[in-house]
Each structure stands twice: as C-alpha cells, then as structure tokens.
C-alpha cells in the first residue's frame, strides 16, 4: 500500500452515557493509502458510518489517534478541524443535504464563498458542468430528480479540490440504473483527480470495485480484504 494518508490507532468511541453508552468502535486500527480506494461493509449499526464521521473529524473518539493528511485530531480544536475539512475532504452522504431555497449553483458555491474563495461561482459552475448539470444550475433541489440532486452534492463535495473524498451510501436514495451512474460518476472523479476515496455501502459488488474493502462488524474491523483494483465498465472521464 502506499504511504498512509489516513491513519487511525486504537480508536475507541462510546455514544450515550450511563447505562445507555453504546460502545460504537472498538480499538480500532486503520490505515488508509494516498489514492487509494476503500469498501466499507457491514451490517446496520456495525460502525460503518461513525467510522466515517471519526475518520472526517465529525466525530471525536474517546481514545486513540486520528492522524489525516498530516493532522491530528486529537491536538486540534472544533474550528481547526472544520477548517481543514473544509480544505482537505469531501463529504457526500445518502440524504443528500442540499439547502431546498438555494439553486444548484447556490448550494456548490456558497460553502466556497464560505470559505473566502473570491472565484466561488466560477468554480462551482465549472463542478456542475463537470457532473453534467450544465442545464440545470438555476434549478432548485425540489425541481431537480435523485440523481440531479446527488450530481449537485458531489459538484459540491468535490469544488475546494479536497484530498480525501467520502461517501456514506451514496446510491441509498437512488434506484438501481441511476445508482448505478453516480457510483461510476464517483469513481471516475476519482481516479481523474488522484483522491482517497472511503465509500460506505450496503452493496458488496460496489465495495469490490474499490482497491480494497473493510468489513465492520460490532464496531471492529475485521477484514481487510484486497481486490484487484480493477473496475469494471469504467465511465468515460
């Protein structure tokens, strides 16, 4: 594998307190290489995605070591975190979250504007033409179809030229045939910029599409299982 880009070590999180403290990771080790591709399996309420939010500064562990792209979490405060994901990673979930009274353009630009980046709109209209919603900018999320909606998400995620890419079930909302394109659209954005990409899914054939998957299971990993690296049907870049 190459030089690690995500690092976690003995990570363990607890969520709820008292007798209610749900023990959601356990002494997790995690290393995940520059460029690399990785599945994310297991059933409901194994970890998957608190794993994700651990890994995205999201979500602060009890114990361990968080070490991204050269930061520590566990050294940094909220602000600096949500700083440098806002640098550094791209987060696209199943639900979408884009703001129902901003247009497409809106929601990919704002968080730029955000961000103090003089050059928002033209940035964020040179994502969404990259997705293929170069007619549909002016459109609102309420006019635009599932998977118009998940376009703008990913022009969105993928506009500060983040490092790492994550995706929580990012086809979850969507039916088999547009599913379908946004996992090669996800993939083909990948591979086109040299990100990490950490994809949680439910659906083995996507996770064997990555270089390697992990499986959760009761809040530990384990298995790490290498696969070709090899995708099949490739979208056109």
Known sequence: MTEALISLSEVDLRLGSGVNAVHVLKSVDLDIGEGESVGVVGPSGSGKTTLLMVLSGLEQPDSGVVNVAG??????????????????IGIVFQSFHLIPNMTALENVAVPLELAGRRDAFEKAEAELVAVGLKDRM????????????QRVAIARALAPDPKILIADEPTGNLDG????LISDLLFAKQRERGMTFVLVTHDRSLAEECDRQVAVDSGRV???????GQRSGQAAE
Do not use: C, K, W
């Open 222 to 228: 384990e298995v790490q299982d290498r696969t070709t």
């Open 71 to 88: 930061a520590q979490f566990h050294a940094m405060d909220e602000d600096a975190i949500a700083a440098f994901r806002g640098r550094n």
């Open 138 to 149: 002016t459109h609102y999320p309420g006019q635009l179809s599932g998977g118009e909606q």
């Open 177 to 180: 045939a547009t599913g379908h």
